[in-house]
């Protein structure tokens, strides 16, 4: 399979716990997203790497939150201290250079995070 | 501010019909692009049809039409002969216009469900 990845798929933690979430883009993508969407929403962007550099990060990231993608491969979003509120699905996507044409953009199916 | 707006929270479709399903959008930007997204249960976006602000002609892929109406900001979906696997959460999203990449921002979706 030559899509976008992201392990786990399910995550059921403890309120306080530290959660990892993994995402493989798509070979050769430059370019790689973090979006969240929560139930009833459409998602919401996160942040934004170009190779290794993280180039963007929304204010929904707050200093609980990083993410790395430290050779410009794959990349992880790690949540400390999980709060509740933070249950979501955490969508991971790449693309290439920008370019005006839609189907650049590839998503994953997403990590689901529940916080009991 | 830019902004997407779907109106329709759930459409309900009889097979082999069509159905529209609405979006409208908010910016200031002369340069944009429009998406729509499907994303069924299993939570992976997508990517159906795409649509450029100075593309000429409404954009079309297989059962999927988009009606552009450039000057009251809308773009629609048309799904022509649904099929039972059309039956998902919808998404119009916009591509920020700036920034050098494709950030995007997503409405709250409409969920079709298409009956036998």
């Known amino acids: 399979d030559t899509g976008v990845s992201q392990d786990p798929r399910h995550k059921i933690t403890k309120r306080g716990q530290n959660v990892t979430f993994r995402c493989d883009p798509i070979?050769?993508?430059?370019?790689l997203y973090w979006y969240r969407q929560t139930l009833g929403q459409g998602p919401e962007f996160l942040t934004y790497f170009q190779n290794e550099a993280q180039l963007e990060k929304s204010r929904l990231l707050s200093d609980r939150f990083s993410a790395e993608r430290p050779k410009g491969s794959f990349s992880t979003l790690e949540i400390q201290r999980t709060e509740q509120g933070d249950s979501a699905m955490y969508l991971c996507?790449?693309?290439?250079?920008?370019?005006?044409?839609?189907?650049?953009?590839?998503f994953g199916e997403g990590s689901w995070l529940t916080v009991v | 501010a830019q902004k997407i707006t779907q109106t329709q929270p759930g459409m309900f479709v009889q097979e082999k019909e069509a159905v529209t399903l609405d979006c409208t959008y908010d910016?200031?930007?002369?340069?944009?692009?429009l998406f729509w997204y499907k994303q069924p249960s299993s939570g992976e976006m997508i990517f159906l049809i795409y649509?450029?602000?100075?593309?000429?002609q409404n954009a079309t892929e297989g059962r999927y039409s988009l009606n552009f109406q450039k000057a009251r900001k809308s773009a629609n979906l048309v799904i022509s002969a649904s099929q039972l696997g059309d039956s998902a959460m919808y998404f119009c999203a916009m591509r920020r216009p700036s920034g050098g990449y494709n950030k995007l921002i997503f409405g709250a979706g409409t969920r079709l469900a298409v009956h036998p």
């Open positions: 070979s050769e993508h430059n370019r």
């Open positions: 649509q450029g602000s100075y593309d000429q």
């Open positions: 996507a790449s693309s290439t250079e920008t370019s005006l044409s839609g189907n650049t953009i590839y």
């Open positions: 910016t200031s930007d002369p340069s944009y692009g």
